[in-house]
Nanobody, 111 residues
Framework: EVELVESGGGLVQPGGSLSLSCAASGFAFGTYDMTWVRQAPGKGPEWISH???????RYADSVKGRFTISRDNAQNMLYLQMNSLKPEDTAVYYCAIPAKWGQGTQVTVSS
């Protein structure tokens, strides 16, 4: 069974940092491009970052320069380092492959 389990969310002050992790299992992680998506309260899903099998990284303009995506194929792990967090980054963050999202981890940026 395909599983994606996010962790690392929490409450942080504006300007702070958080590091999210996604543990993947049940599929050949090293052969899949991986994506982070977020959904803020009352809004639709927003694609924020993507990393290919070959390590090519892409970011939404809203997070470019502040967030860094990475992966560890040996450990079947996906990461998202988030710096200089803003209140508008408040959302549930999901890691995703086609047709499958994890359960999400809540990130709240507030003073």
């Amino acid at each position: 069974e395909v599983e994606l389990v996010e962790s690392g969310g929490g409450l942080v002050q504006p300007g702070g940092s958080l590091s999210l992790s996604c543990a993947a299992s049940g599929f050949a992680f090293g052969t899949y491009d991986m994506t982070w998506v977020r959904q803020a309260p009352g809004k639709g899903p927003e694609w924020i970052s993507h990393i290919t099998v070959g390590g090519i990284k892409r970011y939404a303009d809203s997070v470019k320069g502040r967030f860094t995506i990475s992966r560890d194929n040996a450990q079947n792990m996906l990461y998202l380092q988030m710096n200089s967090l803003k209140p508008e980054d408040t959302a549930v963050y999901y890691c995703a492959i086609p047709a499958k999202w994890g359960q999400g981890t809540q990130v709240t940026v507030s003073s």
